[in-house]
Structures are given as C-alpha cells and as structure tokens.
C-alpha cells in the first residue's frame, strides 16, 4: 500500500493478472486432457456421460410428471456438476501447482480461478447441450434463460467461496480433503437436484430453504419452467453465502500463501 | 492503496496549514487524517454515515397494524357420522380445500386487483403522499403497475401453512392509515370470500333445481292429459267402466244360462208348437243378441272400452312416475342444501387490525447495521482482490 501505484497501474496488475489465468487455463486443460485421445473434448464427454445416465436412470425410473423428465435431471445436473467439480478439485488445487509458485506474478487464487473457469465452461456448454436436446425431445424451451445462466454464475460464485476456504484449510490440513470427497457426494440429495421445495410439506420447506444450493436450484428451475411450478429462493440470501466465504477463504489464502512459500 | 481519488481532494482541505511547507512523513499525520485517507472510509464509512443520518434523521416513521384471520369452512366443523369419520381418518380433504382458499385469499391480496380496488374505498395514493413521508419512502409514482409495486413493499400478507392463519401488515406514516389500509383489505377478503362460497353454492344447488323443476313440469303434464283424456272419454274412471261392462255382461250370461235352463227343461214335456216355449226360444235369442251387442261395444272399434282401459292405464302409469320423480328430485335438493350449507366459506378474524402507537419501520439499527456488514465484507473481499492482483505488477 505504498501509495505509489496509480489507476493505470492498476489495470495493468488486472490485465496482466488476466493474462497468467489464461496461461492458467491452457496449462490445466493439457495437463488434465492433454495426453487422452479425445483431447479436450473430454472435458465434456465426461459431465455429458454422468447427466446423460442420470437422467436416463430417472426418466425409466417412472414417476409424475416432471419429476421422471429428462430436463429435470439433466439441466439441473449440471448446475450440480458446477458445484461438485469446483469444491472437489479445491484440496489438491494447491498441491498441483506448487511448483508454479515460484514464478512472482502467479498467486493462489489465480489458480482457482482458473479451474473455475474451466468447470464453468464445461458445465454451461453442457447445459446448453441438454438444452437443445430436451427441446429436440419435444420439451418446452426454457422460459427465462437469463435466470438459468444467472443460477449458473451465481453458483459459481458460491463454489467458489467454498473452493477458496477448502483450498486454504487443505493447505494446512491435508487429512480435510477426503471429508471435502465425501460432503460432495453427499450433498447431492439435500443440495436441491432432486426435488423441488413445491413437493415439501410446508414444515421441511423451510428447513430446506437453509441450504444455499436449494435457493440456486429454484432459481434455475423458475427460469427453466416458469409459471407451472411455485418457486421459493432470495437472492441476498445467497449473496451473504456468497461474500461470507470469499472473504474468509481469500483471507486463508493469503495466510496459506506465506506458509505455502516457506516450504 | 488507492481506489478513489481522495488524496487530491482532501490535500487542499488539510486543517494544518503549517506542515504544508515541508510535509514530515505519512506515519506522523494524526489517525483521524489516515482513517479519512484510508478507501475503507470513502466506500464503508461514508455510506454508512450517509445511512445513519438518514435512518435517524431523515426518515419518517412508519406505523405497522397487524391482522391476522383464518379461512374456514363449515365442513371442518366434526360431524358425528361414520361418513365423515373415515374421510377425517384418511386424510380429510375439506381442510385441503381451506389452504387453497386460503392461498388464494393471499394471493388476492397482493394482486393489481387489491390495489385498485382499495384505492376505490380509501385513498392509496393520498394515505402514501402524506405530508409527513419522507422523500425516500414515500410514493413516488402513481401509475397502477407502481402503485402495485409500491403496495407490494408496504403490504404483506404471510400464510401459515399448517394452521391456514393469514397475516396481514399494512404500513403508513399515520397509525390510523395502517389501520385503515388493514380493515380495508380484511373487507376486501370478506367479500372476496364470500363471492367464491356463493360461487360454489350456486353451482351445487343449480344441478339440484333444475332437477326438481324438470319433475314438476312432468307432474303438472301428467295431470293435464289424465284430465283432458277423461274430458274426451266422458267417463271418470275407466278402470270402474269396464268392472260395471264385465258385471253387467257376467249378470246376462247368467240369465241366459237360467232360461236356457228353463227351456231345455220345458222342452222335455212341451209339444215343440207349444206356444209357452216359444217364448222361452225368444228370450233365449234376445239374451243371446244382447251378449253379443254387449260384447261388441266393450271391445271393438275406436272407443270401444279395451282401447279407453289402454289410454287410462298408460297416464295413470305416468303420473305415478312423475309424482316419484318429484319426490326424489325434492329429496336431492334438500341433502345438496345441506352440503352447500356445511361447505360454506367464511372468513374469522382472529386478530383485529390494531392501531399502532409506536413506530416500528424503518428498522433503523438493522438496517444501517447490515449495511455497514454488508459494505465491510464487500470492502474486504475488495481489498483481497485488488491486494492479490497487485502482486502481478509488483
């Protein structure tokens, strides 16, 4: 904070921070694909496989309605498929990358953010695959996309407040990683892929409406179905689990950062 | 760190018009100085300081009146039947029919349709333009769609939905509009209530009535042909005609069995040129012709009595069926009366719209306190991002 760095100094640390996630990026992307035959489509081989046979899974599984459709699960699939590969891929962010350390201008959240971006882009081109293939199916077109694409940035923002604390806590303790795999997992019948808080009695809605991800789903399905189905979610609810975890795991990174740097 | 352009604007305004000569070091300036330098105070402290002069100063107090009332319908009320006792047992279904009123009430409440229509009883607009109200909070546009947005902000209504218990808070600048406003809209539910219950009655009972009227007709027609048939026939009672035909044709068969008798008797010791026998033959053939016309006239051609009995028993057939008809047409009314009558909606106030005395909005502590909370975290977040990006150009 000396004072000295002015405004243009400052868009140039942003450019040039820009600059290193791409560089980032590419390096993440071969080091995960590069070797495989398929290259970087495996990036969405891999998210299309496990939507698609979820989604078949349930669609032959019967049911009411919307609930055994194949929109259902595999759009909102997706937007777990966000959550999952950001917050289970942040224990070993650190770890993989340690050496790159070395260089000045690469800093811990820079390598987040490039992960994030990868996930990102990998769940969205996904979505909008499922997208075009319900519509092809003979389903609706979605409502309001922007409240879908809104769903979708707003859970990355907060997978990646989570990612941010569990890269930090992991950095220290390397044993809280496997808890990470598992609450991942684990999640998933709580998080809101499921179900809609519509189909709960009233005393688990607002049981329900604790978890953060469920107000996401509600959003993305609003977007996805409009009117035909209530939807229940508050936005600045999930804006203070948003900005509560980027703060404290921004402020782990940087305590993680001079430790990481002593080794 | 510099993200707004303070230091340019505060230099000129420095009280300490003896250090501009030769400014010893930053550390040195007095804390206060490197607070107001600080960007922390610009983006959290200003704002928040902006927030507290208007939450405390500014704004005008606003007065809530809560009410609170259930949907109910008669049908909940425990009947001492089998009936409703096994419907209760697996889930009674009137209470369902209650929350969807209940939610419908709700939504009704916060609809375009509540609006206008409160505005036609009280003035929305005025109750909201208040003298009193301060520029921030008060009602800024008139046009339907934000008045109903506006509305939407100051009125709430909650459904409990286990209980059916419907909240409503009304907000104004005066106790008596909040109160106002509150009775109002428990008005406008009342009557919204009450139009979808006549609703439903009407449309149960109409089946009912139709049904009954349709049987009446039937009676009166039936009624009406036995008596012009009768009219045409001369004849009241046809059934009786024909047992007096019978009678009178049995009583002549009986007498020309006698003379018949009566001549096969003299016959046996009578000279056949006896004159005594043949008026005996004569009586004979007389009863024998009067058999005959008997017979012919009960039975052949258009009004012989076989066709009459035919007619008589077909409109005596119908009015039978008709006076059944209306019997249980009536019944069915009566029993679809009583259902209207036991699934009748009402509307119970449970809490009265009271008339505040103290001010509960704006919530000035929690407000400028979340606002202070949300500003700083921002703020922090901020500072992580920029400090980190700065690593990149250092």
Known sequence: ?263 | MKLSPPTTAFEPAGEEPAWTPAPPPRRRRPWPIRLLRHPFAWLVLLPTVLAIVYFYLVAAPQYVSEARFVVRSRAEAPQPSLGNMISAAVGGAGGLSTAAEAHSVRDFLLSHDAVARAQDKIDLIAIWQRTEADLLARLRHEEPERLTKYYNGMVTAQLDGLTGLLTLRARAFRPEDARAIATTLIELSESLVNRLSERAREDSLRVAREEVAIAERRVLESRAALTRFREEQQDLDSAGSVQAAVATIGGLETALAAVQAELRERMAFMRPDNPALQVTRNRVAALERQIEAERSRRTQGGGALAQQLAGFERLMLERDFADRQLASATASLEGARMEAQRQQMYLARVVEPNLAVYPLYPRKLISVGSIFLGLSVAFGIGWLLVAGMREHAA
Request: proline share 4%.
């Open chain 1, 1 to 263: 904070m000396s004072g000295a760095v002015t405004r243009t100094g400052l868009v140039d640390a942003a450019r040039m921070q820009l600059r290193v996630i791409g560089a980032l990026v590419i390096r993440e992307m071969h080091t995960r694909f590069g070797r495989q035959r398929l290259g970087y489509l495996w990036l969405f081989a891999e998210p299309l496989l496990l939507g698609g046979v979820i989604a078949l899974l349930h669609g032959a599984s019967g049911g009411e309605g919307i609930r055994s459709s194949f929109e259902f699960f595999s759009i909102g699939f997706m937007l777990f498929q966000l959550l999952r590969g950001i917050v289970s891929r942040a224990p070993n962010t650190i770890n993989a990358n340690q050496t790159l350390l070395y260089h000045r201008q690469v800093t811990l959240p820079d390598l987040f953010f490039a992960r994030h971006a990868i996930e990102l882009a990998a769940s969205a081109g996904v979505m909008a695959l499922f997208v075009v293939a319900g519509i092809a199916m003979g389903g609706a077109a979605p409502d309001q996309p922007v409240k879908m694409i809104l769903a979708l940035v707003l859970m990355l923002l907060l997978a990646q407040g989570i990612a941010f604390m569990v890269g930090s806590i992991t950095s220290e303790f390397e044993a809280a990683g496997y808890f990470v795999q598992i609450a991942t997992f684990g999640i998933m019948p709580i998080c809101g892929l499921m179900f809609m808080v519509e189909w709960l009695p009233p005393d688990w809605q607002e049981v329900a409406l604790w978890m953060p991800t469920v107000h996401l789903f509600e959003l993305m399905r609003d977007g996805q179905f409009g009117e035909q189905f209530r939807t229940f979610y508050d936005l600045s609810y999930i804006g203070w689990w948003i900005i509560g975890p980027h703060l404290l795991g921004l402020a782990g990174l940087r305590i993680a950062r001079a430790r990481v740097g002593l080794e």
